[in-house]
């Protein structure tokens, strides 16, 4: 009797934890930044805000933990505090858990090279294609845009071998 307990236990707990990296291996590994073009909602403009060849990678473990790096083109050595400070404008870096309901993901951010991230959820939708991962953001101020208002990020991935 007291077997059977723990081993009901045990399985509620797997089919609990399922949300995490629930997606078939879908999205699990590291791909690399293709493209990364904001758009401006008062507008409808879209901008390569992070240059036309921006770098960059995300990795989604198995386990339900994603990483994200990433940083526009033509970055170079600053050499002063303002310099430092420029380059924040030009990175985008976080972690946290993430769980996939259908062709969304959602990221509970817990570092992040802006402090306002953390303790957020980060949702994003996504389509893939082969070795193609496509986000897309929801309309919100972005930290290192904020001069352009709502804006939506659409970026591309390609899964690296």
Known sequence: MGLSLVLAIFLAGI???????EDDGRIVGTW????????VQATGEKLPVM???????VTFQPGGRVFFVLTAEGRKPATTDRERAELLNT??????????????WTTSVDVAW????????????????????????????????????????????????
């Open 15 to 21: 089919s609990t934890r399922s949300s995490f990296g």
């Open 32 to 39: 690399r930044l293709l493209s990364y073009v904001v758009e």
């Open 51 to 57: 240059g036309e060849k921006p770098t960059g990678y």
């Open 91 to 104: 990175l985008v870096a976080y972690t946290g858990t993430y769980s996939i309901a259908g062709d969304t």
């Open 114 to 161: 802006n402090p306002e991230w953390v303790g957020t959820k980060q949702v994003r939708s996504f389509k893939l294609e082969g070795d193609q991962l496509d986000v897309l953001t929801p309309w919100r101020t972005m930290p290192n845009w904020s001069d352009k208002g709502p804006t939506r990020s659409i970026v591309s991935f390609e899964r690296t071998r």
